[in-house]
Each structure stands twice: as structure tokens, then as C-alpha cells.
């Protein structure tokens, strides 16, 4: 139960750190690797934050190329649509 809890709550410290909350982290793995995606927070000229994933292994392909957190909701969206 304790290493649960010590899991669980290493795993809410990832999500919340930074300025925004990154709640795909430790949820999804690369699909090339299969090691986890790390998110990364990146504030614009303007102000706003964006919130970037990617794979978090540095030998990986992959790991060169980002994901927008919002191009990720609209993925997940679209592929539980037909359960609504």
C-alpha cells in the first residue's frame, strides 16, 4: 500500500509541476520505444503557455518531434466519440 501511495503521489507531482497541469504524463507510452512521453512547458512572447509531449527517450526517433497537448485532447476526443 505505501509503495502504491509513493507511486501515485510521485506521479500527481509530475502532472502538477510547472505552471500548468501535464495530466497525460505516466498515462501514455511511444508507440516506436515504449517508454514513457514527457510534457514541457513552453511560455510565448505573448504570454500564453503551451504544453508540448514527446518521448522521453533520447535514442528514440520520435524524441525529436512534439505534440501540442490540445492536438492530443482532440486525438483522445475523437477516438472515444463513438462510446458517447
Known amino acids: 500500500c505505501q509503495k502504491m501511495k509513493g507511486i501515485r503521489a510521485t506521479n500527481y507531482h509530475l ?4 505552471p500548468i497541469p501535464k495530466p497525460y504524463i505516466g498515462i501514455f ?3 516506436f520505444c ?9 511560455k510565448k512572447a505573448s504570454g500564453k503557455i ?3 509531449y514527446k518521448c522521453a527517450n533520447p535514442k528514440c526517433d520520435q524524441h525529436k518531434i512534439n ?8 486525438q483522445i476526443k475523437a477516438a472515444f466519440e463513438p462510446f458517447r
Do not use: A, P, R, W
Open 15 to 18: 502532472m502538477k509541476k510547472g
Open 50 to 52: 503551451y504544453v508540448y
Open 67 to 74: 505534440m501540442k497537448q490540445e492536438e492530443l485532447t482532440e
Open 34 to 42: 515504449n517508454h514513457s512521453i514527457t510534457g514541457e512547458s513552453h
Open 29 to 31: 507510452k511511444c508507440g
